[in-house]
């Protein structure tokens, strides 16, 4: 398994981007294919990006679609989210894990986006 390091997470105002990084420590990380994931206070984990183990493959919540780009480099063990024209609805905690197969795990600790309007 991996473990994995979120960073990127800011203030930014409503129409804004920022770029999130997890990095990933462990020789493993190039086989799983990876995700991102969200948490709004009050409201259930949901389903954000995930990017197949090659990065020849992505698929994205419809609500982010066209917005939001998920990427990995495996040379560096990171998978990142560049997220654009971004919400206010987008604030919320933003996780990244680990496909494997069965379930999503290692989940890395979050971290913050806030958009103001």
């Known amino acids: 398994q991996v473990q994995l390091v979120e960073s990127g997470g800011g203030l930014v105002q409503a129409g804004g981007s920022l770029r999130l990084s997890c990095a990933a420590s462990g020789r493993t990380f190039s086989s799983y294919a990876m995700g991102w994931f969200r948490q709004a206070p009050g409201k259930e984990r949901e389903f954000v990006a995930r990017?197949?183990?090659?990065?020849?493959?992505?698929n994205y919540a419809d609500s982010v679609k066209g917005r939001f780009t998920i990427s990995r480099d495996n040379a560096k063990n990171t998978v990142y989210l560049q997220m654009n024209s971004l919400k206010r609805e987008d604030t919320a905690v933003y996780y990244c894990?680990?496909?494997?197969?069965?379930?999503?795990?290692?989940w890395g600790q979050g971290t913050q986006v806030t958009v103001s309007s």
């Open positions: 990017i197949t183990w090659s990065g020849g493959n992505t």
């Open positions: 894990a680990a496909d494997y197969g069965s379930s999503w795990g290692s």
